[in-house]
């Protein structure tokens, strides 16, 4: 179904950007552009999630845009299905949120100079990372997410910040180099890269001449470059660095947002598309003949290496800054573990349960850990340090931002009734369902989940103790002036909020994540959305 609201969540960050950057010599002017911008980006978001998802009850639709009236798969095709929708929720609310932090937080120069811009240009990319219908226009779209991001790693330029920026920069080079090689190589190798004419070719390769292996090769170097930039393990490294020296609001959106353009990238590609492709050959060794099936192992390997090295290093860090960052790396963990189940099974309706466990971990995710190190940044600037061992007792100094962040860390830990605890349950309820078919996976699932959870219990309740708890700490830099402080409370308050709200209001958020799996896992809609015809049919 064609319609042209998709193509609003693109150009309103564009014009927004542009906007910004002419109205840089008025800042108030500027900010009030980009505020607005913003606004008319979550309602441009709104808008699409009810003609997709709503109303409950009936069918998702699958809306395509077609640029300059190509018909796909010859011409840039824009989709936007549940699965689409779901995650650009979740990138709408937090980069509103981050953006009015930001108007108090960050140095008017910043502001006036490259900030505004930049951030509007980071969110086109997240976008359109998320609406692109062809593999090469995912890897243009990924470029202009991180060009943005290597301004913003660097934003302070000291030595610290340049150091991270040089790592982050050279890594992210380096997997563009992978990305582009492996499009390249499905291209050769299948002679489309629109997603939808991909996956009915690896459907019936034997029509369009296609050798599958080389295609399994390709699909596992795109893996490791979603892999980096989900911040898997063993490709995390640049995590802790960037999170630490970027400014506040942009280390929020980078976990809350940037990090699941990764996750979505491997739901869309490996259960959506590579899942069609059948490779008889591992059938004795993974228990399936899907090109899906291969990728199970890898998906548990990471994922579990994720939840334990993240939750053991949360645990030992001294700062709050690297143990939020460290604490994302266990959680995309969690995030990818139940994927790694649903793509090992053949039975649909757990693949669906799996890929629901996810999306839903990834929302509870994207809003506590935006919270929490948005709450980091006003302790930081209030105390001047990060230092666990020298903060405590900021309880008795703004009770209503530990309060807060008391959210935030129970929704990581999973507590009812925040939507965090629905995101544990979700993964808790996948490892046990395996376990009837597959009592060895499922155990092992099980096994590393409870370690994760008590690895989360372990941190956040010294993240509690050290920087809430205790003795007040004096301020070193005078505290933050009356109303930004309060704009920067009321945000993460505000976030809060949605935590508990989208908790006690979870058959919305079920409806969506169940619709969004859905459309991940029925890749004949999708490929019938986009206009074209299954073969066979």
Same mark, same amino acid.
């Given at each position: ?15 927004? +950007? *542009? /906007?910004? @950057?002419? !109205? #840089?010599?008025? =800042? ?7 505020? &607005? ?6 309602? +441009? *978001? /709104?808008? @699409?999630? !009810? #003609?997709?998802? =709503? ?7 699958? &809306? ?474």
């Amino acid at each position: 179904m064609t319609d042209t609201i998709i193509v609003a969540p693109l150009l309103i960050p564009l014009f927004t +950007a *542009i /906007a910004t @950057l002419l !109205a #840089r010599r008025r =800042l108030r002017l500027q900010q009030g552009v980009s505020l &607005l911008g913003s606004v008319a980006y979550l309602v +441009a *978001i /709104a808008v @699409l999630f !009810a #003609r997709v998802v =709503l109303p409950v009850g009936l069918t998702p639709r699958v &809306l395509v845009y077609q640029v300059s009236n190509w018909p796909a798969p010859f011409g840039i095709s824009l989709v936007a299905d549940a699965l689409s929708v779901f995650m650009l929720v979740i990138a709408a609310v937090v980069t509103l949120a981050a953006l009015v932090f930001a108007v108090v937080s960050i140095q008017p120069y910043g502001q006036r100079l490259s900030f505004h811009s930049l951030y509007h240009f980071l969110v086109l990319g997240v976008t359109g990372s998320f609406l692109t219908g062809d593999v090469f226009n995912l890897f243009v779209w990924f470029e202009v997410m991180l060009m943005a991001s290597y301004v913003f790693v660097l934003f302070y330029s000291g030595p610290e910040h340049t150091r991270a920026a040089l790592s982050y920069i050279v890594l992210n080079l380096v997997g563009s180099a992978v990305m582009l090689l492996g499009i390249g190589g499905l291209y050769a190798t299948t002679g489309t890269l629109n997603m939808a004419d991909l996956a009915r070719r690896l459907s019936d390769p034997a029509t369009y001449g296609i050798d599958v292996a080389p295609v399994l090769g390709l699909a596992a170097l795109l893996f490791v470059v979603f892999a980096l930039k989900a911040g898997l393990v063993p490709l995390h490294f640049w995590v802790p660095d960037a999170y630490a020296v970027a400014p506040t609001p942009i280390t929020a959106v980078l976990a809350g947002v940037v990090k699941k353009v990764g996750i979505y990238a491997i739901i869309r590609l490996y259960f959506t598309v590579f899942s069609t492709a059948s490779l008889p050959v591992f059938e004795s060794v993974l228990h399936g003949t899907s090109m899906l099936s291969f990728f199970a192992p890898v998906l548990f390997v990471t994922g579990a290496a994720s939840i334990i090295y993240g939750g053991l290093a949360a645990v030992g860090s001294d700062d709050l800054d690297r143990l939020l960052a460290y604490s994302s790396i266990g959680q995309v963990g969690f995030i990818v573990m139940p994927l790694a189940v649903a793509a090992a099974v053949s039975d649909p309706e757990l693949r669906v349960l799996g890929v629901v466990a996810a999306l839903v971990y990834s929302g509870a995710h994207a809003l506590a850990k935006s919270l929490l190190f948005l709450t980091s940044g006003v302790v930081s600037a209030s105390f001047g340090t990060s230092s666990l061992d020298q903060l405590g007792g900021v309880a008795s100094w703004r009770p209503s931002l530990a309060g807060g962040a008391f959210v935030g860390m129970l929704a990581l830990v999973g507590i009812p009734p925040l939507l965090g605890f629905f995101g544990k349950l979700f993964v808790f309820n996948v490892a046990v369902r395996v376990l009837t078919t597959n009592p060895v996976g499922g155990q092992l699932v099980l096994a590393v989940t409870i370690v994760g959870a008590v690895l989360t219990i372990a941190y956040t309740t010294r993240l509690w103790n050290a920087v809430f708890w205790g003795t007040q700490t004096r301020s070193t830099t005078g505290v933050i002036s009356r109303r930004p402080l309060t704009i920067q409370l009321t945000v993460v308050v505000s976030l809060a909020a949605l935590v508990v709200a989208f908790g006690l209001g979870f058959q919305l958020v079920s409806v969506a994540a169940h619709a969004a799996a859905q459309a991940a896992t029925d890749t004949g809609a999708y490929i019938n959305g986009v206009g074209l015809t299954e073969v066979g049919r």
